[in-house]
C-alpha cells in the first residue's frame, strides 16, 4: 500500500537559467531530503517538456514527499532539515506552490 499523504511542491526560481543557482538549489534541496527524519519516499524532478494544453510546464523544479501519517508530514514542516532548507535556498525562487493528497479507499 502506498503511503497515505502526499506533498507536492513546485519551485518558479528568480532565475531559471542560472547554471550556479540551479546547483545550489539542488545541492540543498537533496542534503534536506538525506537529512530529513520524517519523510518517506520522494521525488526532484523538472519539467518532462510535454506538449499537452492541459500540463503546466512552467515550474522549474517539483518535490513530492509521501508520509506514512499527516502527522509525520506536520512534524516535517518544522524540523531542523527543512527550516534550514528554506532559509539556505529561499532566495532562489520567486513562487512555490503546494499540492497535498490524501490516498482514499479503493
Keep these: 500500500m502506498t503511503d ?3 506533498h507536492m511542491v513546485f519551485f518558479w526560481l ?3 537559467q542560472n547554471a550556479a543557482h540551479r546547483q545550489l ?3 540543498s534541496i537533496h542534503r534536506f531530503l ?5 519523510s518517506g519516499s520522494w521525488h526532484v524532478g523538472t519539467p518532462a517538456g510535454t506538449g ?4 503546466d510546464n512552467s515550474y522549474t523544479y517539483c518535490l513530492i514527499v509521501t508520509f506514512s501519517t499527516a502527522g509525520k508530514q506536520d512534524l516535517y514542516q518544522t524540523e ?8 539556505e535556498a529561499s ?3 520567486e513562487r ?3 499540492y497535498d493528497s490524501i490516498t482514499i479507499g479503493s
Design 96 to 98: 512555490v506552490q503546494v
Design 14 to 16: 528568480r532565475e531559471p
Design 80 to 87: 531542523p532539515a527543512h527550516l534550514k532548507f528554506i532559509e
Design 4 to 6: 497515505p499523504f502526499i
Design 52 to 55: 499537452r494544453a492541459v500540463v
Design 25 to 27: 538549489f539542488e545541492t
Design 34 to 38: 538525506n537529512d530529513s527524519a520524517h
Design 91 to 93: 532566495y532562489l525562487w
